[in-house]
């Protein structure tokens, strides 16, 4: 069932590696953490502007899940152990289904 007030609200963050290995680590050190409930990595192609010119790049793309309560820990974690000079890291509310919704909450107790 999807609600249509903000009850059943979790956030999507997202941030991009270059190595792939390093971003299934820190998907495993964010779980373990519980600040997520659900991390996806996907290989990603990526093109952008560093250190005066355009760079293309293959990268792998986290995407995580988590909630209000853990949202802030979590970003300030990303930036902690994040290789990047300066990583993306963008974030987002979303809404859920209550039954997902319920289970980011159940998962990201703590």
């Not at 059943?8 to 792939?20: K, R």
């Not at 760079?55 to 990047?84: G, Q, W």
């Not at 000079?85 to 919704?101: C, F, H, I, K, N």
Request: charged share 30%; proline share 2%.
């Amino acid at each position: 069932m999807i609600k249509k007030e903000n009850k059943s609200e979790i956030f999507i963050v997202i941030t991009t590696l270059d190595d792939e290995s390093i971003a299934k680590e820190i998907s495993t050190k964010l779980l373990s953490l519980r600040l997520a409930a659900c991390i996806n990595c996907r290989q990603v192609s990526s093109s952008y502007w560093w250190e005066g010119k355009i760079n293309s790049t293959t990268e792998f793309e986290l995407t995580m899940k988590t909630n209000i309560v853990n949202l802030e820990t979590l970003l300030e974690k990303v930036l902690e152990i994040h290789p990047y000079d300066v990583p993306e890291v963008l974030y987002w509310a979303v809404r859920s289904s209550d039954e997902y919704y319920s289970w980011t909450e159940e998962i990201c107790r703590k």
